[in-house]
């Protein structure tokens, strides 16, 4: 028992812990987004699985490692553009188009995989980004090894906290995207096109899950692998309610299932395969699904959400 509270004091468990909620963090605040302007994006793992290999895929033919993030992103606001508009002006059914964006991205993820490398049988390496610490502040003891000895990615996971919060709260562009997912008709009132905001909230959210993706095979790991999403689309959609679709509570939500992961981990080791690993493998979604029905019954959530609009309508 000591051993396993001596846990929560260690270094290494906090960093593992920041570097497990780096993907967590795009890949949410992408579903926040589209969430907010009322659109659930359930296609978020295929998106996801998308930018991992878009990404991956970039670096290995040749292109630096920024190059990949931004060819990640591009290929996510793609099928966000999808997305957007099969549910947006066509008003299809959120749940029914966001499983099919689901089953077509990691279809056609795997079909590219092994039409581009069809005699690999070991996934190929890149070299990916390396951890940069920031003078001064990595060496504050536990935090500062923690939070700033971490990769580029990890810097702009926090960054995408920020400024997703500071332009949803502080900006007219936030403002219409709030009010598109709570009361369309008054965004068309002021003479804002309601399937112009949607569309692009679903296309740059979309493009948040997919560098959260990309992160996996640049920045945690070094290669593609199939099945590497493993579910972290459909945690960040739970991350959602479990943040009230607030930013930084969603970010706190993220760090705190990273934290159940990285811990499940260390357990197993201390039980010596006394217990069952799946036993510590259901941990976390465990935990995630007791906090999630403590706090979702006092969620507000945005009323117009999964409501289709047609312009004219009140």
């Known amino acids: 028992m000591e ?14 812990a920041v570097r497990i909620a780096s993907p967590l ?17 359930l296609g978020i793992e295929g998106i996801m699985t998308v930018g991992a290999f878009a990404g991956w895929f970039t670096v290995y033919s040749g292109g630096d490692l ?5 060819i990640a992103a591009i290929a ?15 008003g299809l059914s959120q749940h ?77 562009v936030g403002l219409a995207v709030r009010a598109a997912g709570e009361n369309p008709a008054a965004v068309e009132a002021q003479g804002i096109s309601v399937t112009g905001v949607r569309i ?20 945690a790991f070094n290669s593609f692998f199939f099945e590497m999403i493993n579910g972290r689309g459909w945690i960040c959609i739970a991350l959602v309610v479990f943040g009230s679709w607030r930013p930084g509570k969603a970010l706190l939500g993220a760090i705190l299932f990273a934290a159940f992961d990285a811990y499940q981990v260390r357990l197993q080791q201390l039980s010596g395969g006394v217990v069952p690993y799946q036993v510590f493998l259901m941990m976390p979604y465990a935990l995630s699904i007791l906090a999630l029905i403590l706090v979702a019954r006092r969620a507000t959530y945005p009323k117009a959400l999964m409501i289709p609009y047609q312009k004219g309508e009140r």
Do not use: D
């Open 200 to 219: 692009g909230a679903v296309m740059i959210g979309s493009a948040l899950m997919a560098v959260g993706g990309a992160f996996l095979t640049m920045s």
């Open 3 to 16: 051993q396993a509270v001596e846990i929560l004091f260690q270094t290494s468990f906090w960093v593992a």
């Open 76 to 90: 996510g606001a793609s099928f966000g553009l999808l997305h957007g508009t099969l549910t947006v002006p066509l």
């Open 66 to 70: 920024w190059t990949g993030v931004l």
């Open 96 to 172: 029914v188009v966001g499983i099919g964006i689901t089953l077509f991205a990691t279809s056609l993820t795997y079909f590219t995989y092994r039409l581009a490398l069809p005699e690999v049988t070991t996934p190929p390496k890149i070299v990916p980004f390396q951890p940069l610490p920031i003078p001064g502040l990595s060496s504050i003891p536990i935090v500062g090894e923690a939070l700033f000895s971490q990769t580029p990615l990890t810097y702009l996971a926090f960054a995408t906290v920020a400024v997703v919060a500071w332009v949803l709260y502080r900006t007219p």
């Open 25 to 41: 963090i795009f890949a949410t605040m992408g579903e926040l987004i589209c969430e907010r302007a009322g659109v659930l994006n």
